[in-house]
T-cell receptor, first 114, second 114 residues
Framework: AQTVTQSQPEMSVQEAETVTLSCTYDTSESDYYLFWYKQPPSRQMILVIRQEAYKQQNATENRFSVNFQKAAKSFSLKISDSQLGDAAMYFCVLRTSGNTPLVFGKGTRLSVIA | GAVVSQHPSWVICKSGTSVKIECRSLDFQATTMFWYRQFPKQSLMLMATSNEGSKATYEQGVEKDKFLINHASLTLSTLTVTSAHPEDSSFYIC??????????FGPGTRLTVL
């Protein structure tokens, strides 16, 4: 069975500072994808960043980057230069091969302090 | 990215009535659609997976007679909550997966049963 664990229910960061959200996962599959989704107060799910398991290079999207440690099954999200608009619930998500459903972590609620 | 719409965005109904929620992929064909339920401050819980033209696959614990899912076309899936009760009040989110395996989320529907 696939599992995703987010051990930080809540985090806070000062505006303009950097914060890292943790995520570990478990799967026996060799081919999979990992995602971070953001859910702001509007509750619309927004894809922040994705990582293919076969890629060694960590994905980066502007101020968002990941630290993908495949052997450790760890997939953390770093947000640099945090902005007020980054305040949201962040979900770490796993998808294995085939037409299988996404596996969600419990989420980390990020607050940004002005 | 591609757009998934949900209608209505918010519905209030009386206990015992049925409510239909529509999910449409606006600019792509969705081979698979997923329905989630989300309680406040919690993660998304998968209710069912539906493929166009076939019966939905329900997750354990989800009553298929209560939550009727119809995926009649490649762009439309509906969730009908039959004989709704206050405990069915929740936020329902659909998600559509395209042939190229990207998955997109609708904005959600808030259901309140009085």
């Amino acid at each position: 069975a696939q599992t995703v664990t987010q051990s930080q229910p809540e985090m806070s960061v000062q505006e303009a500072e950097t914060v890292t959200l943790s995520c570990t996962y478990d799967t026996s599959e060799s081919d999979y994808y990992l995602f971070w989704y953001k859910q702001p107060p509007s509750r619309q799910m927004i894809l922040v960043i994705r990582q293919e398991a076969y890629k060694q290079q960590n994905a980066t999207e502007n101020r968002f980057s990941v630290n993908f440690q495949k052997a450790a099954k760890s997939f953390s999200l770093k947000i640099s230069d945090s902005q007020l608009g980054d305040a949201a619930m962040y979900f770490c998500v796993l998808r294995t091969s085939g037409n299988t459903p996404l596996v969600f972590g419990k989420g980390t609620r990020l607050s940004v302090i002005a | 990215g591609a757009v998934v719409s949900q209608h209505p965005s918010w519905v209030i109904c009386k206990s015992g009535t049925s409510v239909k929620i529509e999910c449409r992929s606006l600019d792509f064909q969705a081979t698979t659609m997923f329905w989630y339920r989300q309680f406040p401050k919690q993660s998304l819980m998968l209710m069912a997976t539906s493929n166009e033209g076939s019966k939905a696959t329900y997750e354990q614990g989800v009553e298929k007679d209560k939550f009727l899912i119809n995926h009649a076309s490649l762009t439309l899936s509906t969730l009908t909550v039959t004989s709704a009760h206050p405990e069915d009040s929740s936020f329902y989110i659909c998600s559509a997966r395209a042939d190229y395996n990207e998955q997109f989320f609708g904005p959600g529907t808030r259901l309140t049963v009085l």
